[in-house]
């Protein structure tokens, strides 16, 4: 999964940034972002898209990206996704998580960096990227980025678990699974639901 990291450092940049996005399409919550460049390409943990993996493989495997990488995160919230629509928030949060972890370093000439990013979303940036396919499949930094996003977006609905009990954000995680849409229909929507989602 390094051979795309291992490419850009042949070509002469010293930090490979990989960037994937989760909650693109839940029904509440926000989505979230996060950009990682690693500094170590070995992990005791499992590194692979963050799908194919146990909640608690990606607890496990969370602490040891953030010990082994500089990393940013973005979260865009579920009126944003309102007012703008879901791609335009999946951009604006990849760029925010890029843009934080840039910000670490500041030192870094333009050209010592490339961004891999994954699936199709065209980002806005002065810094050369890459759009790979399944790319959190293919990459380890966009595999961490997802790992870290997945955790991250999963504690906060966790959090408006506690806060909306009736809803099952829990389990689902603000997805449109049937317990979802059954409480949708009982309950109506809350604060964190996405109006076009729920009204599509």
């Known amino acids: 999964m390094l051979y795309y990291e291992r490419k850009f450092k ?3 940049c010293d930090f490979v940034i990989g960037v994937d996005e989760v909650g693109r399409g839940s029904l509440a919550g926000p989505v979230v972002a996060a950009a990682v460049s690693l500094k170590t390409g070995l992990f005791q943990n499992r590194i692979d898209d963050s799908k194919k993996l146990s909640a608690l493989q990606r607890e496990k495997a969370f602490p040891e ?3 082994k990488s500089v990393f940013g995160i973005g979260i865009i919230n579920e ?4 007012r703008l629509n879901i791609g335009v928030a999946t951009r604006l949060a990849m760029e925010e998580a ?3 972890l840039i910000d670490k370093l500041r030192h870094c000439r333009k050209s010592k960096i490339h961004i891999l990013v994954d699936g199709i979303v065209r980002i806005n940036t002065d810094y050369p990227f890459s759009l790979i ?14 790992i870290l996003a997945k955790v991250i977006r999963d504690r ?3 959090v408006y678990h506690k806060v909306y009990p009736q ?13 979802h849409r059954r409480a949708l229909e009982e309950f109506g929507p809350c604060r964190i639901h996405r109006a076009s989602f ?3």
């Open 133 to 146: 396919i399944k790319g959190d499949s293919r990459s380890k930094s966009i595999a961490c980025a997802s």
């Open 79 to 82: 009126r944003i996704v309102d």
């Open 98 to 100: 890029i843009a934080e």
């Open 156 to 158: 906060m609905m966790s």
């Open 10 to 12: 042949k070509k002469g």
């Open 198 to 200: 729920c009204s599509a």
């Open 65 to 67: 990206i953030v010990s």
């Open 167 to 179: 809803y099952g954000f829990l389990k689902h995680k603000g997805y449109g699974t049937k317990m």
